[in-house]
């Protein structure tokens, strides 16, 4: 039943043997040891847990990890480079769009997703984009303005 | 329940002697320094406490400061953070109080080993009572750092001044001795027992300033752990048989299909069975295959027979306050309105569910729990477990959100059991059903209001009566000559756990309250800010209500207006809020949108802004959701909700505009800000929706098929 699965996972070849019907949220927590990654809900409503396939926001609690074959995979971890944070990380702390800050991780994997295809989204844009992310604390305005502010400054050149 | 009154004071024996040996201990642990020790609890507070639990406290100190050798300010206590940002405001304080750089301070928090007793974290304590011995601690801490100065420098204490945690003569500049010097080498210890004299708020340079979450960075890079994050060798996941309903009994359960399947063990421990595997994905697929029945001792009632349940259940009824005669006020008004407020089961909803990570080594059993009461658990671990309470340790990671619901901490004894039995490390991480299924949710209630008032406006009767709400925000706030309060809530009405949920009670009653208010004001033909105005002496109460008033661009119109207005205030946790809204209801539909929210708030000397902003922010986007759709659907014990499909919250489509204001009182003692804001949110979209209709709703949420109904008798 175990076979190899190889995927490229924040810039990393990683190749790991196992069920290929396991959900990739468990294994980028519990194999990879990517806990950034959160579980919310299991079943798509919230949005906890999502990552970057081939440069999509998916929901990993969704996905089995066949899918994720030979796919480049970033997860919340893998944003900042050498230690230099990801503008849209960079905006979340400015504006404190967090409180718990359980549903950031989700919120920022999605939000990158959302800046890839629309650098410049208007309000609705945003709205639109992040409707399926839950967060109960009520950070919504904040992060809103994190993400125009991101997406600002990553048109001006990262 | 006797039993575990005794168990209570067993417990309570070996606490006092784990204090002992943390005395003992710490200074082993911690080093050398200055420890003031000190009982953040005002006698309100332990007199409640005592009542609550049966059992007398600490007579100790349940908190104490350190100033270490190397000059740094450590904290360290039981409570826990969880979003609400004390981990940010709680060293702001310090930081002024001890004249030290701000980021020379930390706070060590919700670790049973490290910090003394604290019941948890809840009430927006934290900053009202907490804060308040804290910054009284560092006082103390300053005036023996000070003694110590003067005997270094030979220099009378008036002499000195202190920047940075820098001491200097202030005659000769030259001459200063650092904090890190002045306590190298020594272990002295201060019991803060008398009131210590405190910085002239006009001096802070810290407090009152914004500051951003002190762990966002961590937050927004995924490094942050929670209690499902911790990293074991040899880590087991475990799943746990739940019955279907709340009642069930657990009858028969045949658990060889699940056994079957390969890395999978099966644990039983009387009602206990557990699936465990290395793997998540494997513990999932053989729960299910566990084959149980179960006898039902069906609890007829669902969420709409509720209320009956609740009217007409044996409660005692139990008189909370009373002004005048309420015969006398029903004889002198010339207007008496009867109205009967209804509001249901909502869920916590937290996006991280309970999850406790467990380990045992040799006879200590470690447990990172997502708690808001660490201590609590530590007493439940012990005493599941019939070990000594120092045998075990809870840690708090970071908390992904309570709002009440993680007071219950069921889950940390589960890890801890199946970790003994299993002798691996063990998880147990909610699924969202779980959190759904054994969510302490916020109780439905009814309040009933009898109030009267003449022909110029003013109020003449309140006669209120609150049924299973609790009485916390059920106070009058206006000025009646006529009034009393009652409150029902003894015995059991729920069939399945109810507990504190963001402002318990207060949503409840100030919905009832804030509503009838208005259904008065518009009985009367009076714009309901002047109405309150008219009847309102609380100055507190009418400057919140000014300032919202002008934040908002408010002018004064009878009700309904067709503009869409809304009007709320109230009290919570030592703290004043008025609200105001803008609501637009499709009239087809019933579907409302919130276009704008102000609040205006009044909660003493405000710590960090910033903060204190985030937390109106977020009170009045989560307050939405129990105003408009939130409602806990259930048949006897069988909840129905199971995740975010059913149980609708705010997202982001809906959120308004939000305009805040912070009145400025530096002058006055801290108070509340995590849970305030949210206690107007029913009544005012409520008030909204009837300025744009003419549709009163008595009931939340305010789905709607509400509307619509309610629109169809306007
Ligand atoms: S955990 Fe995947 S969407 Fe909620
Ligand atoms: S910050 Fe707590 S859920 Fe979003």
């Known amino acids: 039943m175990e076979e190899t699965i190889r995927f490229e996972l924040n810039g990393k070849r990683t190749e790991l043997l196992l069920d290929p019907n396991q959900t990739l949220l468990w294994v980028l927590r519990y194999k990879c040891g990517l806990t950034g990654t959160k579980y919310g809900c299991g079943m798509g409503f919230c949005g906890a847990c999502t990552v970057l396939l081939e440069g999509e926001p998916v929901r990993s609690c969704m996905l089995p990890v066949s899918d994720a074959a030979n796919k480049k995979i970033i997860t919340i971890e893998g944003l900042a480079r050498n230690g230099d944070l990801h503008p849209l990380q960079k905006a979340f702390m400015e504006y404190d769009a967090l ?44 992060i809103i303005k994190a993400i125009q502010t991101a997406g600002k400054e990553m048109k001006g050149g990262r | 329940m006797r039993k575990a ?17 943390k005395r003992r201990d710490f200074f082993k642990l911690l080093g050398g320094g200055i420890f003031i020790f000190f009982q953040p609890f005002d006698a309100f507070d332990l007199l409640e406490l005592q009542a609550q639990q049966g059992r007398s406290l600490p007579k100790d100190f ?9 000059g740094l300010v450590n904290c360290y206590t039981g409570k826990v953070e969880m979003g609400q940002g004390a981990i940010t405001s709680l060293p702001q304080i310090m930081a002024d109080e001890l004249d030290v750089p701000y980021e020379k301070v930390k706070m060590f928090m919700g670790d049973t080993d490290l910090c003394p007793w604290d019941r948890g974290t809840n009430g927006s304590q934290t900053i009202r009572t907490f804060s308040i011995s804290m910054r009284a601690a560092a006082a103390e801490a300053k005036a023996v750092l000070m003694q110590l100065a003067s005997e270094n420098l030979h220099v009378p204490v008036s002499r000195l001044e202190v920047k940075d945690g820098l001491v200097s003569d202030t005659a000769n500049n030259r001459s200063k001795v650092s904090y890190g010097e002045l306590t190298k080498g020594k272990k002295i210890e201060r019991h803060l027992d008398r009131k210590a004299v405190l910085k002239d708020a006009a001096k802070f340079k810290y407090v009152g300033k914004p500051y951003l979450h002190q762990d966002a960075r961590i937050k927004v890079t995924g490094e942050a752990e929670f209690s499902a994050d911790i990293k074991l060798p040899g880590l087991l996941h475990a799943r746990i048989l739940r019955p279907p309903s709340h009642g069930a009994k657990l009858l028969t359960a045949d658990v060889s299909e699940a056994e079957k399947i390969k890395g999978v063990r099966v644990v039983r421990d009387g009602e206990l069975i557990a699936v465990l595997s290395d793997d998540r994905d494997k513990a999932d697929q053989a729960i299910v295959k566990v084959k149980a029945e179960y006898s039902f001792d069906e609890i007829k009632v669902d969420d709409k027979t509720i209320f009956d349940r609740i009217l007409n259940a044996k409660s005692t009824a139990n008189v909370v306050r009373s002004n005048g005669d309420p015969e006398t006020g029903r004889k002198i008004s010339d207007t008496v309105i009867e109205s009967e407020f209804h509001n249901s089961y909502v869920a916590h909803a937290p996006i991280e569910p309970h999850a406790a990570t467990a380990m045992i080594e040799g006879d200590k059993i470690t447990a990172w729990v997502s708690t808001q009461t660490p201590f609590p658990a530590q007493e439940s671990i012990a005493r599941e477990m019939n070990v000594p309470l120092e045998k075990v340790r809870v840690i708090t990671p970071f908390v992904g959100a309570g709002f009440g619901g993680k007071s219950a901490h069921r889950q940390s004894v589960e890890a801890v059991k199946l970790a003994r039995i299993t002798g691996r490390p063990v998880v147990v991480a909610w699924t969202r059903q779980e959190e759904f299924f054994y969510d302490t949710f916020r109780p439905a209630a009814v309040v009933k209001i009898t109030s009267g008032m003449d022909k110029s406006g003013r109020i003449t009767l309140w006669d209120y009566h609150t ?36 402002a318990p009670g207060n949503n409840t009653n100030t919905f009832a309250r804030e509503s009838q208010i208005n259904i008065m004001a518009s009985k009367a033909g009076i714009d309901p800010l002047d109405f309150r105005l008219k009847n309102l002496k609380d100055e507190k109460m009418i400057g919140v209500l000014k300032a919202v008033a002008d934040k908002f661009g408010y002018t004064s119109a009878k009700n309904p207006s067709g503009r869409g207005y809304g009007i709320a205030c109230g009290t919570d946790v030592g703290t004043w809020v008025a609200h105001m809204a803008e609501v637009k209801v499709d009239k087809n539909t019933g579907h409302v949108q919130v276009i704008r ?16 902003t985030i937390q109106m922010e977020g009170c009045i986007t989560m307050g939405m959701g129990y105003a408009l759709t939130e409602e806990i659907q259930f048949q006897g014990g069988n909840i129905r909700n199971q995740s975010f499909d059913t149980y609708e919250i705010p997202r982001f489509s809906w959120v308004p505009k939000i305009d805040t204001v912070i009145m400025d009182r530096k002058d006055q003692a801290p108070q509340g800000g995590g849970e305030p804001a949210i206690i107007c949110m029913g009544a005012v979209i409520a008030n909204a929706v009837f300025d744009a209709t003419g549709a009163r709703l008595y009931q939340l949420p305010m789905t709607p098929e509400r509307i619509l109904a309610a629109m169809k008798k306007a």
């Open chain 2, 5 to 21: 009154i005794k168990n209570d004071k067993e417990s309570l024996k070996s606490e006092e002697h784990i204090r002992e040996i």
């Open chain 1, 99 to 142: 409180q718990c800050g359980y549903c950031t991780p989700g919120m920022i994997m999605t939000a990158v997703g959302l800046l890839m295809k629309n650098p410049e989204p208007s309000q609705q844009d945003i709205i639109k984009g992040m409707e399926d992310n839950l967060c109960r604390c009520g950070s919504h305005v904040r």
């Open chain 2, 62 to 70: 349940n908190a104490f400061l350190q100033i270490t050798e190397d």
């Open chain 2, 467 to 502: 049924y299973y709400a609790g009485s916390r925000g059920s106070d009058t706030i206006y000025d009646v000559q006529h009034s009393r309060t009652t409150d029902y809530s003894r015995g059991s009405v729920h069939p399945f756990g109810t507990g504190a949920w963001r």
């Open chain 2, 597 to 612: 929210v102000a609040c205006a708030q009044d909660m003493g000397l405000c710590i960090n802004p910033q903060g204190a």
